[in-house]
């Protein structure tokens, strides 16, 4: 333990560096997947089949082996960052288009209704009433959305990704030799941080974005 | 009616097949609303009196027909800019959960363009109005109110922009009673000041007797079997359906229309302080009464003393029964009195001012008479009427 210790001393800079390296990539994943699952939710929240379809391609993506995605995206996109973003894209759409969709079901049709009788156009309802009051939902999609990125991402080490990953495989390619624990555990000490920073980020996020009004 | 001004709304055929439907939610539906008066659609459920109040704002399209405000065609305008000329209020309210009480209210302002200020003065007048503090409830969130400041918040909400119509469905169905009474009465006062040309959807005959200047009972397809005033509904009701709606006890419930202050109060022995029982007991004698109503140096009641108090051996101020409940004001309705007198200990009902000052009583008999005087009218007019009563249509338009 004590050497665990001061391997992290000793390698505090770079794994630091692997830290922010792993938190920027999957923030920019985040943010893409954020964009197109809350868009996919809104065009589809009111239309059953094109809502079910959505769905479940989102759903079929993250069945998909991280592994196996990665190495089918080495074709088109190379190794590196490009398929390690892509890949964490794919991943992160469900829970947040399923929470969107849910978030904007769940809005009173009483609200609805009256926004609509006192004049509010389509886009209106949308901006002011609907996706503010669906807001926590779709923030906690994100959040789940989040953790399991910063699982995944580890992974993408294998495509010469960036992150923390790449140290947990330089360990795993070492076995029986004394630097490959410290690796390992240091790898995974990183993105177990990073999630529960992340977890926090998010709910400190969610209170100053959610309206007193619909906290609980 | 050719003669009469121009009517604040029109229908005109109006008709609503909802897809997938054979028949007509609303049948070709013809109809004036006066400007000022507070109609009633009323009609057992399903008649299809909400699906015509919101084919008025057209938050559902009309299959055939015509809607006319101010004598302007709106079949054709952009619906939106048309719903934020009308005031709309719902059962639940639906106020936006995430948005202050002052945000919500200022919404229909605020799309219309007005500047900060005078948003912010309208939010504080419209409190005000709807009795509540400005102060404290402008910041508040909706799930902070009790259901019947929400309701007042709903109502201040669709008067925001001062709209010369308001739909109302059901504003009051889901609330409790008492406090729906009180907010019934208060919307009424309010009323009376703002003169706001109102559609109230409702399927209580009650709340529609005491509530609208015209009752239009409506049957299935919105048809109307019967649009008139209250008094005229209660008294000569058009046709069986119309019977049945009303139910038992019309002359009871005609007893909403009438207000205290519209009978004569009669005369009740009272006593003031200092109280003496010599001249108590006297009073008591000379009277035909078996109490004495004891004020007090406001002249508001007090409790009433009977001759066995007067005559028990311990202090005045101890002895007696209280006058609450049984104490009205002038503008509270027969009913209510009659319904204060049945529990009340004398069988009356104190009548007092704003203030609290007596005076006079309300006894069984006053109510009995006014009920006669009710009966007695209404087969003089059917006598009028006869041969044959007048068929709605007629009465419709």
């Known amino acids: 333990m004590s ?11 770079h794994l630091l560096d692997l830290t922010i390296e792993h938190a920027q990539v999957v923030i920019v994943a985040l943010a893409i997947a954020t964009v197109i699952s809350v868009s996919l939710g809104i065009l589809t929240y009111r239309r059953e089949h094109a809502a079910n379809a959505v769905l479940a391609v989102a759903g079929i993506f993250l069945t998909i082996p991280s592994f196996a995605l990665l190495a089918l995206l080495i074709t088109p996109l190379g190794l590196g960052y490009e398929p390690t973003v892509v890949a964490l894209v794919m991943y992160a759409l469900l829970p947040i288009v399923r929470n969107t969709i849910t978030g904007l079901r769940s809005v009173d049709p009483a609200v609805i209704e009256s926004a609509r009788g006192m004049g509010m156009n389509g886009r209106q309802r949308l901006l002011r009433i609907e996706l503010p009051l669906a807001w926590p939902v779709i923030l906690t999609g994100i959040r789940v959305s989040a953790v399991m990125l910063i699982g995944i991402a580890a992974i993408a080490a294998a495509v010469n990704g960036p992150g923390l990953g790449s140290d947990i495989f330089d360990g795993l390619a070492r076995v029986g030799s ?23 980020v998010f709910l400190l996020v969610g209170r100053f974005t959610t309206s007193r009004g619909i906290r609980d | 009616m050719t003669d009469a001004p121009q009517p604040m709304i029109r229908l005109e055929g109006l008709t609503k097949v909802f897809p997938g439907q054979q028949t007509p939610a609303v049948d070709h539906l013809s109809m004036d609303i006066p400007e000022g008066e507070i109609i009633i659609l009323v009609g057992p459920s399903g008649c299809g009196k909400s699906t015509t109040m919101r084919l008025i704002n057209r938050l559902i399209e009309p299959t055939e027909g015509r809607v006319f405000l101010q004598g302007e065609d709106v079949t054709t305008v952009n619906p939106d800019a048309l719903r934020r000329r009308i005031g709309y209020v719902i059962q639940q309210i639906g106020l936006f959960p995430h948005m202050t009480i002052a945000d919500n209210i200022a919404v229909v302002p605020r799309m219309l363009g007005w500047d900060r200020r005078r948003v912010r003065a309208r939010v504080d007048e419209l409190l005000e109005t709807v009795g509540m503090d400005p102060g404290t409830y402008r910041g508040r969130y909706p799930k902070e109110l009790s259901g019947g400041q929400r309701q007042r918040v709903g109502v201040a909400r669709a008067m925001a922009a001062d709209p010369p119509i308001l739909l109302m469905d059901e504003p009051f169905g889901a609330i409790d009673p008492i ?12 009323q009376a000041d703002l003169r706001k040309t109102i559609v109230f959807v409702t399927h ?17 397809g919105s048809k109307i079997a019967q649009y008139d005033t209250p008094e005229r509904i209660l008294t000569t009701p058009a046709n069986e359906f119309v019977e049945q709606f009303i139910g038992h006890g019309a002359s009871l419930k005609g007893l909403t229309l009438v207000r205290v202050s519209d009978v004569d109060l009669a005369e009740w022995p009272v006593a003031q302080a200092p109280l003496d029982r010599g001249a108590l007991r006297r009073q008591l004698a000379e009277s035909d009464k078996a109490s004495l109503l004891v004020l007090d140096e406001r002249r508001r009641p007090v409790k009433w003393l009977t001759l066995r108090d007067i005559e028990s051996p311990g202090s005045l101020d101890d002895v007696g029964l209280p006058a609450e409940p049984a104490i009205v004001e002038p503008n509270a309705t027969l009913h209510d009195a009659l319904d204060l007198m049945i529990t009340s200990y004398t069988g009356t009902v104190i009548v007092t001012d704003r203030g ?16 006669d005087e009710v009966r007695r009218a209404a087969v003089e ?17």
């Open chain 2, 204 to 220: 209580d005959i009650d709340e529609a007797i005491k509530m609208g200047d015209r009752i239009a009972i409506l049957q299935q």
């Open chain 2, 381 to 397: 007019r059917m006598r009028k009427d006869e041969p044959g009563s007048v068929p709605a249509e007629d009465l419709a338009l």
């Open chain 2, 356 to 371: 609290g000052a007596y005076q006079g009583v309300v006894e069984l008999d006053t109510i009995m008479r006014r009920v």
């Open chain 1, 3 to 13: 050497r665990f210790v001061s391997y992290v001393e000793r390698r505090w800079d």
């Open chain 2, 179 to 190: 406090t729906r009474d009180r907010l019934q009465n208060e919307f009424l006062r309010l």
């Open chain 1, 178 to 200: 004394p630097a490959a624990i410290n690796l390992v555990l240091g790898g995974t000490l990183g993105v177990v941080v990073l999630a529960l920073l992340f977890d926090a």
